[in-house]
């Protein structure tokens, strides 16, 4: 082993230091939350949820999803995950935007303004997936379904067929299983590395 000598002249033996996080990981809730939220938009998108309720999945986007990938997004960027809380942010602000978009529009009713800001969401969120697959090769295949589903959503918004919509529903919902999954990998290795 190394000597080193301190700055009292002393020669004392090199130490390994341990640094703890002093907060968990907000991943897991960040992907759940995802998840139960794009559940929501998958089902709504294929008719599971009748249009009528548009309101209803707006207004649980705003209260449940958005806060708790709030909190998520805090605690990514105090556990110092620039990529993860910067992703987790973007969806955060998402959830408000498509919440309130829900809430204010009539049923049934589609946006230009929306699907545009859905094509610039995907592009981000692309960006962000490419970066993603030096390190975090899951992230990298969700966000690149995530960028589909959006782009599809956007289509349909801009003028494009209901059908489109449906599509994209089907992608939520594979979405959805996926964050669930993931949510669930994140939980256990944090479990086993507390163990």
Same mark, same amino acid.
């Not at 020669?11 to 990981?25: D, K």
């Not at 139960?36 to 707006?58: H, N, R, S, T, Y």
């Not at 049923?107 to 997936?129: D, K």
């Given at each position: 082993?190394? &000597? $080193? ?6 020669? /004392?033996?090199? &130490? *390994? ?9 907000? +991943?897991? !809730? ?8 794009? !559940? ?13 309720? &548009?309101? &209803? ?10 806060? !708790?990938? =709030?909190?998520? %997004?805090?605690? #990514?960027?105090?556990?110092?995950? *620039? @990529?993860?809380? %910067? $992703?987790?942010?973007?969806? %955060? ?9 829900? @809430? ?8 230009? $303004?929306?699907?545009?800001? =859905?094509?610039?969401?995907? $592009? ?8 993603? *697959? ?7 295949? +969700? @966000? %690149?379904? #995530? ?14 067929? /209901? ?24 939980? =256990? ?7």
């Amino acid at each position: 082993m190394k &000597q $080193t000598v301190s700055t009292d002249g002393r020669r /004392h033996e090199a &130490q *390994t230091r341990i640094f703890l996080r002093p907060i968990g990981s907000g +991943l897991p !809730l960040g992907f759940f939350s995802f998840g139960i939220g794009m !559940l929501l938009l998958g089902c709504f998108a294929i008719g599971w949820i009748p249009v009528d309720e &548009q309101k &209803q999945v707006g207004m649980l986007l705003m209260s449940f999803v958005f806060p !708790l990938e =709030l909190i998520a %997004t805090v605690m #990514a960027f105090l556990a110092r995950d *620039t @990529l993860g809380a %910067t $992703t987790l942010g973007l969806f %955060t602000t998402s959830w408000l935007a498509i919440g309130w978009a829900d @809430l204010s529009s009539p049923p049934g009713e589609t946006s230009i $303004t929306l699907g545009v800001y =859905l094509f610039g969401f995907a $592009t981000a969120i692309l960006l962000i997936a490419v970066m993603s *697959t030096l390190g975090k090769p899951f992230f990298s295949v +969700l @966000l %690149t379904i #995530a960028v589909a589903r959006m782009v599809l959503s956007g289509y349909y918004e801009v003028g494009g067929s /209901h059908e489109w919509l449906k599509v994209s529903g089907a992608f939520g919902i594979a979405l959805a299983a996926l964050a669930m999954y993931g949510g669930t990998a994140l939980g =256990l290795e944090d479990a086993r590395q507390r163990a």
